[in-house]
């Protein structure tokens, strides 16, 4: 049984932390893998751990060029949540959520999911339209929604100013299953579980390239230690994914922007749900320390920067002050910034690519915490039955040779 009591912390703590045991190991690669997963964040690690649970397939390598959890997993509001305009993409999140709700249980590692529910609120006549129509078409999928009055928001988000002089609050809808998980814990877990069943977790690894047959089939992956032999490789890197497609040989119609994120100083308990103003983006919850973690609009041009620009941290924060005028004197501790791949129908891509061997996992822009059990589990079911999962079959790639694009970001009325 092992011992984590208080004496047994302070121990670990005056001898540097010398004592634990890694929760997954740090093995040399094999040459040659069934399946090799690119990317150590949530979506690669869920996809191993779900090729090993769901369909035996232990013989997997997830391979990272930083630390597990170092990119858009580590770098988000956390935020989870199901209410998604098109039948396909309701299918998809309520799925992810659905997983999310059993996780802490399925990997025994508390994922820390609080279900607080999310308020949304509309500030004129066109946001009220829109509210109207997104609950209409979510509850007809299925997604547990409901519209809400002036009163109902004052209640559930004291902070918000419902009369302001240019943002009046109209009324709004509430998501009372979504809410937020420690995204730390997420990838932990994933990595942690998936170890245990055998997968090979591989960091400090950079992939430098593809390595084809004379058919054109993808047959490993060159890396920064040496090459890696794999009947299947698995793309799932987000804002990096058109950067290896390229390097693979086919484009992907997708755009890379930063989207910031800020947290401030620890605050007394003011705000037990998730609030989002349609008129201005902003968005908030307050994490277990305390603090307000918030973010909004994306920075709106090419980069892969970690960081974001000032212009758009000015505009979000000054959003969320004037939204909520008792926040405006918390310090801002940290700021940071995910790098998101945005796709011309602001939704995923998920599946096979051009080149055969060779699976992508990317396209969320914003909403790829949230998704990430679902994205793992539908990948992991493409490459284990060589067939897509009949959730996935709408965000193939071959979607954009169709013309059956699934606009989200027009369906609901949001800039991401």
Known sequence: MRDYSVWRIVKEGLRDQRGWKPVWRSPIPKPKYDVVVIGGGGHGLATAYYLAKNHRVTNVAVI????????????????????????????????????????????????????????????????????????????????????????????????????????????????????????????????????????????????????????????????????????????????????????????????????????????????????????????????????????????LYNSYAQRGNFPIAAKVIGGLAELYPSFANARIVRQWAGIVDVVQDSSPILGETPIEGLYINCGWGTGGFKAIPAGGWLMAHHVATAKPHEIARPFSYKRFETGALIDEAAGAGIAH
């Open 64 to 299: 990272e060029k930083g630390w597990l959890g170092g990119g858009n997993t580590g770098r988000n509001t956390t935020i989870i949540r199901s209410n998604y305009y098109y039948p396909e993409s309701a299918a998809l999140f309520e799925l992810a959520l659905t997983l999310y709700e059993g996780l802490s249980r399925e990997l025994n590692y508390n994922i820390m999911f609080s279900q607080r529910g999310m308020v949304i609120s509309g500030h004129s006549r066109h946001d009220m339209e829109t509210v109207r129509r997104s609950v209409g078409a979510m509850r007809a999928h299925g997604v547990g929604v409901e519209m809400i009055d002036v009163a109902e928001i004052e209640r559930r988000v004291p902070a918000l100013d419902t009369r302001h002089p240019r943002y009046p609050v109209w009324g709004g809808f509430k998501q009372e299953r979504a809410g937020t998980a420690r995204h730390d814990a997420v990838a932990w877990g994933y990595a942690r579980a998936a170890d245990q069943l055998g997968v090979d977790i591989i960091q400090n690894c950079e992939v430098r390239g593809f390595r084809k047959n004379d058919r054109g089939r993808v047959v490993g992956v060159e890396t920064s230690n040496g090459f890696i032999a794999a009947d299947a490789v698995v793309m799932s890197v987000a804002g990096h994914s058109s950067v290896l497609a390229g390097q693979a040989g086919f484009r992907l119609p997708v755009t890379s922007y930063a989207l910031q994120a800020f947290v401030t100083e620890p605050l007394k308990p003011v705000l037990d749900c998730v609030s989002w103003s349609l008129a201005t983006g902003v968005y908030v919850s307050q994490s277990d320390k305390g603090g307000l973690v918030f973010g909004g609009s994306l920075d």
